[in-house]
């Protein structure tokens, strides 16, 4: 039976290795050395690494790609794409690729609100609490300066503070509705502290408010933080091109490629098990870039989601549509990123990725990462709809199988060779390889 522990984040890296090999790793093989060999020699980067998080016992490799020949808004850039699905860089290149000469990837911004709301309980009279709101508006804002100030001198702070009456879907239940404009700035913890303020503000207040001494009425904030839903912090990319232009798809009719490729985004936007599948792709490309530059993907995925079922059903993220000749395909997609503080410069990797990008803004930012998930979705519909998903996928996934059964460095190029021409499976990379050996 395994040990609890107490103070296990007090002990050395080596010795938190040592303890878990005892009491859950006896039977593994090397399992120290397994850990160890991912330690890296440069011992500052380590200990930069190891204070990331608590109880950091080595690192977890991705592979960081490159998907070049993005035009975005008439600007050439390389993507950095941080993930560990075989298919997904070498399809966004390729989707890269083909939007190049059809005048690239155009991009907007349509909105770059942030959400927080203070939760809290309130059992007198609506009226009363309405009026108190508007007395104390200011001094909230008031309160609010010591913490805005140097956002406010950039442009951004504080946009809104409403009070909201949720009555009606839970007894008692009311919020601070807050906006905020973060700039550069993801603004989680810029977010996190000004609703901490103002929940304190706000309680104070209460308490010496004598309409609310005299009622009795009773107020408990229940908890101040941010939302990851932003509906109002979106950008849209766009791809078009005459139909006509939609040559290369696999040999097949650009006409009756459109036709297909249109029908199968309106799959998704009606049919929620597709959906949901049809912005995984999206997220495949997303979610790389998001993690080459720092930015915090569950954060991404959760609001992402959330948008992609803000009608009541979950639905997808991209259209299409071709009207009087002219395919064109979109993404609207909720990003809430940052390019300053969070490991932006902290992690040297990240810092390199930004540079890759020419140091973007967060809306920059926004843009790049919407047309990285629009490329993936397009390269996903193109291969589902021509030729099937499996051949370039498990084209991809070669080197993994080649990898699983021990090839030697010749053997993979042999296998590279010969699965130029023949098709990919796990009988017929073991047969290749067994073939090869004997
Ligand atoms: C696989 O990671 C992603 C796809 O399933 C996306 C899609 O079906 O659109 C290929």
Redesign the pocket.
């Known amino acids: 039976m395994p040990q609890t522990i107490q103070g296990f984040s007090r002990l050395s890296k080596e010795e938190k290795i040592n303890w878990l090999v005892d009491n859950f790793l006896p039977d593994a093989t090397n399992a120290a050395a397994t850990l160890k060999q991912y330690w890296n020699s440069n011992n500052q980067l380590q200990q930069l690494h190891d204070e990331f998080i608590e109880n950091t016992i080595s690192n977890y490799y991705l592979p960081l790609g490159v998907a070049p020949n993005f035009v975005i808004n008439n600007k050439t850039f390389a993507i950095p794409m941080a993930i560990e ?1 075989s298919s997904v860089v070498a399809a966004a290149s390729k989707a890269a690729k083909f939007w190049m000469s059809r005048g690239g990837f155009k991009a907007e911004i349509l909105g770059t609100q942030k959400i927080g709301q203070v939760h809290f309980t309130y059992t007198g009279e609506n009226l009363l609490l309405n009026e108190f709101f508007d007395d104390i508006e200011s001094i909230l804002l008031a309160d609010l300066k010591e913490l805005t100030a140097s956002m406010e001198s950039r442009g951004g702070g504080v946009t809104s503070i409403d009070l909201v009456n949720k009555t009606d879907y839970l007894e008692n239940y009311y919020q601070l509705y807050v906006t905020f404009e973060t700039l550069d700035a993801m603004g989680a913890n810029f977010i996190n502290s000004c609703l901490e303020q103002l929940a304190e503000s706000w309680q104070r207040e209460f308490n010496n408010h004598l309409a609310f001494t005299e009622s009795k009425a009773e107020m408990v904030v229940i908890m101040s933080i941010l939302s990851n839903y932003v509906p109002g912090c979106v950008v849209r990319a766009e791809v078009c091109c005459a139909v006509s232009e939609l040559t290369e798809a696999d040999g097949i009719d650009p006409e009756v490629f459109a036709s297909k490729f249109i029908q199968a985004v309106r799959i998704a936007e009606v049919e929620t098990y597709r959906a949901v ?2 912005n ?2 999206i997220m ?1 490309g997303i979610d790389a870039v998001v993690l080459a530059t720092g930015n915090d993907f569950r954060a991404i995925e959760a609001g992402a989601h959330a948008y992609a079922a803000r009608n009541g059903s979950y639905s997808s993220l991209t259209h299409a549509t071709v009207e009087n000749g002219i395919f064109r395909f979109w993404i609207e997609i909720p990003l809430a990123l940052g390019t300053v503080g969070g490991l932006t410069k902290l992690h040297p990797l990240v810092k390199l990725n930004l540079e890759m990008l020419g140091n973007p803004s967060a809306p920059q930012l926004m843009e790049i990462i919407a047309v990285a998930g629009l490329a993936q ?1 397009f390269g ?2 193109k291969s ?1 709809t021509t030729t099937g ?1 499996q051949k370039g996928h498990m084209k991809m996934h070669l080197m993994n199988m080649l990898n699983q059964v021990g090839a030697t460095n010749s053997e993979k190029a042999k296998a590279v060779n010969h699965f130029k021409t023949h098709k990919v499976t796990h009988s017929a990379v073991d047969l290749f390889i067994k073939n090869a050996r004997t």
Do not use: V
Request: glycine share 10%.
């Open positions: 699905e599948t049809h995984k792709g495949n979705n996903a519909i589902l998903i």
